[in-house]
């Protein structure tokens, strides 16, 4: 494990603070991060797609990009929730590039794997909810993906390299906070966040790879701003709990902690 996550560790710029560890690994908090880390995986493939839809697929493919993440879209902010989702089926045979898109092959081919997985753990995330008993509710989105997203570009191909190294830094922080907490919890909860870590290590270096390829001049100055902007509010005082938030705030305590529906 630790060969695999130290590429994560070199990368990001900061640790998690231990303020943020001890309040998520109090029982009273389970529930909320669970919530939190099955929206989580839902916005990791919606980004995914917004990339695909954006960058590359013509209309159709797109619709059907669309109709393959609906169900789980619907499981959070529809009354009527599935209690069985189905199994993601996607390929990327059956999706079409349009004329001129910016993205390349390996654009389709890394986002269309890593939908597939995002939407699989959807489904675990799921079912440990439903087991726990866990009712699925939306909640407020915590500050840190708008907060790095005020970092891209406005002109391409630079912003879509941008939303590459973000997405790159997402899920190196998902995979150093899966491993932080993992020891904290109880037996089943350990084993699945553990069982995450290789697919998000992948994910954070098939993003970086990808903005490598797509970059018309090296990226590294790029990855110093996004991961000083990221460090800042990793590090920062935060007055939401989420599972991306900085610094809990002395008022979020575990018994004030109560999901805050969007």
């Known amino acids: 494990m630790e060969s695999l996550l130290l590429p994560i560790r070199q990368f990001l710029c900061c640790a998690t603070p231990g303020a943020w560890i001890e309040l998520a690994r109090q029982p009273q908090s389970q529930s909320l991060i669970l919530q939190d880390h099955l929206l989580c995986e839902l ?18 493919s797109s619709q059907r990009l669309q109709a393959c993440l609906a169900p ?8 009527q929730r599935l209690a069985q989702l189905p199994r993601p089926e996607l390929s990327v045979s059956e999706l079409s590039r349009r004329q001129g898109g910016v993205g390349s092959e390996a654009l389709l081919e890394k986002m269309v794997r890593l939908i597939k997985e995002e939407l699989h753990h959807f489904n675990q995330v799921h079912q440990l909810m439903q087991s726990r008993g866990i009712a699925v509710q939306p909640l407020s989105a915590s500050r840190y ?6 970092e891209v570009r406005t002109f391409e191909p630079q ?20 491993a932080a907490l993992a020891p904290h919890l109880d037996g089943e909860l350990q084993r699945f966040y553990l069982s995450l870590l290789r697919s998000e290590a992948r994910h954070f270096e098939d993003y970086l790879v990808l903005a490598r390829q797509i970059s018309p001049e090296v990226i590294d100055p790029r990855i110093e701003v996004i991961g000083a902007r990221e460090r800042q509010l990793i590090l920062s005082a935060d007055t939401q709990f989420r599972f991306h938030s900085g610094v809990p705030t002395p008022s979020r305590s575990p018994a004030a902690i109560t999901p805050q529906s969007s």
């Open 43 to 60: 916005k990791a493939a919606q980004s995914a797609a917004w990339l695909l839809r954006r960058y590359v697929l013509d209309e159709r």
């Open 72 to 79: 789980y879209s619907a499981t959070v902010y529809q009354p």
């Open 159 to 178: 912003a879509l390299v941008d939303k590459l190294i973000i997405g790159a830094y997402i899920e190196a922080r998902s995979c150093e906070r899966f």
């Open 145 to 150: 993906a708008s907060g790095l997203l005020a």
